[in-house]
């Protein structure tokens, strides 16, 4: 990337949220701050944060604070661990209207509260574990372990080739939606090489010029998605059909038409939240500027 480049923030991400680290520790400040006034438990409602009709989380009081989430605009919230988080499919009908400044909260609260629903016994020997630092970690009673969320690194890849980008569609997208292509990094590789792997095994092409433009959290369930863009060799492409049901170039006009949601658009956008979006809108904004892309 352009060093006069501006890394733009992707949905989930931004300043919403103060982890306030240095607090977890201290389980009798967090007790403090819980009979503080100002405390608020967040309110699940359907196995999902609620979202109330202006667009903000709801917050009840801090009953249950079992999760310390951090301070939003000063106050503390919290969260109890709720019974079961609903997946990305229950997610994506209810969120189109949550506020952007609430997202990185949303996303924690989802991530940790899953977390702590599907891992509640030690890895190492099996014991049920504690829930200990607010929530952010929990330690073994008999063995001591312990044991922290995990992140899952994603590449999330916009291929350009002298004016336009490749998109593709996994089965379970809806009708006509079209998206950067993406995959998991794997043990031993660089963000690099799993670009241009991820590339090759799903479109057959090579790439070069591999720039990274900017990080989105994914609480779907705990995924870090690492938005990059790339150039092609080449426009020739052979789909893995096992991974995409298809793939293809688009225009930059085709692109602008998908991100302003015409009829006559060739494809679906993906949502506002989606890092791909991000990297598309990255993408035309690079090109209305006179640069390239990558």
């Known amino acids: 990337m ?5 890394r733009p923030d992707a949905f989930f991400s931004g300043p ?3 982890r306030a680290d240095a607090l977890r520790s201290d389980s009798d400040a967090i007790a403090r701050l819980a009979g503080s006034e100002s405390a608020r438990c967040l ?3 359907d196995s999902l944060p609620a979202i109330g009709g202006d667009g903000l989380l709801e917050w009840g009081p801090a009953d249950d604070p079992q999760l310390f989430l951090g301070f939003e605009a000063g106050a503390p919230r919290f969260s109890a661990v709720p019974d079961r988080v609903e997946g990305a499919a229950a997610a ?6 949550l506020a952007e400044a609430q997202a990185p909260l949303f996303a924690a609260a989802v991530s940790l509260g899953r977390w702590h629903g599907t891992h509640p016994h030690c890895a190492r020997c099996g014991s049920r574990t504690d ?4 929530g952010w970690s929990r ?11 995990r992140v899952d690194p994603v590449v999330m890849m916009l291929v350009e080739h002298e004016g336009k980008v490749l998109l593709g569609r996994q089965p379970h997208y809806p009708p006509r939606r079209y998206s950067a292509l993406a995959g998991f990094l794997e043990v031993g590789e660089s963000i690099e090489d799993a670009v241009r792997r991820e590339l090759r095994e799903e479109a057959g092409i090579e790439v070069e010029k591999i720039e990274y433009v900017t990080s989105q959290p994914w609480p779907f369930p705990s995924s870090l998605m690492i938005g990059c863009t790339a150039r092609a060799l080449s426009t020739d492409l052979t789909i893995d059909t096992n991974e995409l049901d298809d793939a293809r170039w688009f225009s930059r006009a085709e692109v602008e038409a998908a991100l302003a949601g015409r009829e006559d658009s ?5 949502p506002r ?3 791909a979006r991000t990297l598309l809108e990255h993408w035309v904004e690079r090109l209305e500027q006179g640069g390239t892309a990558p």
């Open 2 to 6: 352009a060093s006069n480049d501006v």
């Open 139 to 149: 330690r073994c009673p008999v063995c001591e372990a312990e044991h922290y969320p």
């Open 92 to 97: 994506f009908r209810m969120m189109g209207g």
């Open 16 to 18: 919403g949220l103060d």
């Open 273 to 275: 939240f989606a890092i």
């Open 43 to 45: 309110i699940w409602r």
């Open 266 to 270: 060739p494809f679906q956008s993906p």
């Open 131 to 134: 829930i200990i630092r607010g």
